[in-house]
């Protein structure tokens, strides 16, 4: 067993997939930095854990049952709490990676980085900087320039990816198709899409939509 130095860095693992979760933890304790203070299985767990064990960094899972890691993010920063927090997630949409960002994350990495930059991205956010991959935080930087979608504009940009003509999606919405139009031409507009196909494609990719909605 690796003895732990004075200065290491106590992580909190917080992941749905309890295989994942020992996963990480038997990768990370082979650092002699790094201590695990504790895994939970979902946020609201994770929220108990970190008044018990006071982490300096949470590795968090976006995408779980119940609290969603942008929802525990919010929750930390509503109480006040001061934990630095770094994003683990097999998901990269823009939307996803803006969210995360915007609710308090400092660091964002894919589940199939190496445990070299995992670790390297522990100790930057650590040390107090932001740990966010060149190709991603690209993508963030265009979204955070990007003119926001209103929720009318997103109401009629999931009916748009069904395929369903103006008049179809003005009745379902209770209202006129030139009014329909107007939104569709600013949702093309904004999307910087040639169509309205090509739009509500960008939509799916980027994350604004979700096509099971």
């Given at each position: 067993?690796?003895?732990v ?6 992580i909190?693992?917080v ?15 082979t ?6 203070t504790g ?11 970190i008044?018990?064990?006071r ?17 525990m ?10 934990v ?34 995992m670790?390297?991205?522990?100790r ?22 990007r003119?926001?979608l ?7 940009l ?28 600013k949702i093309?507009?904004?999307l ?8 509500a ?5 980027r ?5 099971d909605?």
């Open positions: 067993m690796l003895e130095p004075a200065s290491s860095i106590r909190l693992i992941d749905d997939h309890p295989v994942v979760r020992a996963g990480l933890s038997s990768m990370l304790s650092q002699a930095e790094l201590e695990i895994s939970a299985p979902s946020g609201e767990d994770a929220l108990v854990l008044k018990k064990n982490p300096d960094v949470i590795l968090l899972d976006l995408r779980m049952p119940g609290m969603t890691g942008v929802e993010l919010l929750a930390l920063k509503a109480a006040g709490v001061s630095r927090v770094v994003i683990l997630t097999n998901y990269e949409t823009d939307e996803d990676i803006y969210r995360a960002v915007q609710a308090g994350a400092q660091g964002y990495l894919l589940k199939n980085t190496s445990l070299q930059e670790v390297g991205a522990i930057a956010v650590h040390a107090g900087k932001r740990y966010i991959p060149r190709h991603i935080a690209s993508r963030l930087a265009e979204r955070m320039v003119t926001d209103t929720a009318r504009e997103l109401e009629i999931k009916l748009l990816a069904r395929g369903p003509t103006n008049k179809q999606i003005g009745q379902a919405l209770g209202i006129s198709d030139h009014t329909v139009r107007n939104h569709v031409f093309i507009e904004k910087e899409a040639s169509d309205r196909t090509e739009a494609t960008k939509a799916i990719q994350g604004l939509i979700n096509v909605d």
